[in-house]
């Protein structure tokens, strides 16, 4: 049981380039979040799924696009990644959706971007 | 919508001594509330929440925490620190999405 994976650990890009950021779980949850967190700013919701199928936006959701593959994965897509995108960014999963429930969510290790 | 504020960035503790980190937090009902800790390289681990009743929660590690509606906190306290304990914490409020504050960065002297 390894909870929420995320791949890859570290990535370096070129403003333009573009890129996927992986995370899937084994935990049979229902909601997946994507968040980025940047110094003194906490973390940031960028786009959330709270079921197989469905996909919302967060706070910050500009420059990204989401696809929630299955109910195991959720992944994150940099069209034209810019320097304001360097972060780290986590991904997330519940068993509900956070909104009207006390689901703890349970967090991967994260994904270290930096834009040059 | 919902916010939280966590007033200090950094706190120093000496091993052995009591701990409490603040956090406020902004929503116009009873939220949902959460403290999470986050050590050096790794994901996010949850501590404790409050959802109803009980004011005060018991979390993982020794860790607890006060519900105070009146003051709109959610303090999170320790009687003894470790110093396995250094990790940034970050209190978070839940009402439609999570809102997490800017975290307070805990180092333990020996």
């Known amino acids: 049981n390894a909870g929420v994976t995320q791949t890859p650990k570290f990535q370096v890009l070129k403003t333009g380039q573009s890129m996927t950021l992986q995370c899937a779980q084994d935990?049979?949850?229902?909601?997946m979040y994507w968040y980025r967190q940047d110094p003194g700013m906490g973390l940031r919701l960028i786009y959330y799924s709270a079921s197989e199928g469905t996909t919302d936006k967060g706070e910050v959701p500009n420059g990204y696009n989401v696809s929630r593959l299955n109910k195991r994965e959720f992944s994150l897509r940099l069209e034209s990644a810019a320097p304001s995108q360097t972060s780290v960014y986590f991904c997330?999963?519940?068993?509900?959706?956070?909104?009207?429930?006390?689901?703890?969510?349970?967090f991967g290790p994260g994904t270290r971007l930096t834009v040059l | 919508a919902q916010s939280v504020t966590q007033p200090d960035i950094h706190i120093t503790v000496s091993e052995g001594a009591s701990l409490e980190l603040r956090c406020n937090y902004s929503?116009?009902?009873?939220?949902?509330l959460f403290w999470y800790v986050q050590s050096p390289g790794q994901g996010l681990q949850l501590l404790l929440k409050?959802?109803?009743?009980?004011?005060l929660v018991q979390g993982i590690k020794g860790f607890e925490a006060e519900f105070k509606r009146s003051q709109s906190s959610f303090n999170l306290r320790k009687p003894s620190v470790h110093w396995s304990d250094a990790a940034e914490y970050f209190c978070a409020v839940a009402a439609g999405d999570m809102r997490f504050g800017a975290g307070t960065r805990l180092t333990v002297k020996p």
């Open positions: 935990m049979n949850h229902n909601s």
């Open positions: 997330a999963s519940s068993e509900a959706p956070t909104s009207g429930s006390t689901d703890t969510q349970y």
């Open positions: 409050y959802f109803s009743g009980d004011t």
């Open positions: 929503y116009g009902a009873t939220p949902y």
